[in-house]
């Protein structure tokens, strides 16, 4: 049985919602009762965040993706993905590679604010530099609360609306439970690690691919550049949005996710 902590609401297709780094599944309240009248809306707490277990023998990108499988695969047997940020990157590894025991089909993809590859490095210019990524993974060693505040505000940075979407962040965060220490370095050093441009060529889902104008934490190059890498991508930028383009510009971000989730 899944040690994932899960939530249903609505009814409809299902889609599973997968929040990202060092928050929880609160941050989707908005987003889920926009949506819960036309699609059944699961959301999920990755592996050691809000109120999911933390197991350190299955803490790989592979094994977390596998957890995440398990827990909507228990409630659907065809679902839609929509992962952000760190979510986003275990969506693509899901749909490039879903665990041979689970026998579930993934429909359709939504991206926001993903990229295939955090780091910046010779050959993909649109990453955060290795070397402030190895600051922050020192400020976490040091302080995890002030590194998860001080990753909140970066979120938001430049947003219209950033302040409420910063307010709303800060909620879910406080409301349903921090992510354990554990997690949160194992989650910013899989992020720093990986690179899923090899697999994208592989994923055939259709996919929405969504950045924000002002994102300064997954830069909109590397959204451009994810939906060009997958072989059917849609790509959309909401202008003056930033990180959480979903908590800023709910009102913008709806119809694009329900006219995709929609298409036969």
Known sequence: MSRLYTEVRGSGPTVALLHGW????????????????????????????????WLPERSSLAAQ????????????????LLGWSLGGQIALHLAADPPKAIVAAIDRLVLIAATPRLSAGPDW?????????????????????????DFLELQVRGSAGGEAALTRLRAALF???????????????????????PLLGGILQPALVIAGQYDRVTLPAASRALAELLPDARYVEIRRAAHAPFLSHLPQVTPLLTEFLRET
């Open 175 to 197: 409301a349903h439970g921090e992510a354990h220490p554990a997690a949160l370095a194992q989650g910013l050093a899989l992020l720093r690690a990986t690179d899923l441009r």
């Open 65 to 80: 993706a596998e957890q995440v499988h398990a827990a909507v695969s228990a409630i659907a047997e065809t679902y839609s």
């Open 125 to 149: 210019p649109h990453g955060a530099a290795p070397e402030r990524l190895a600051e922050q993974a020192a400020d976490l060693r040091t302080d995890y609360r002030r590194t998860v505040g």
């Open 22 to 53: 060092g928050l929880n599944l609160r941050v989707w309240d908005g987003l889920a009762a926009a949506l819960g009248d036309r699609f059944r809306i699961v959301t999920v707490d990755l592996p050691g965040h809000g109120r999911s277990e």
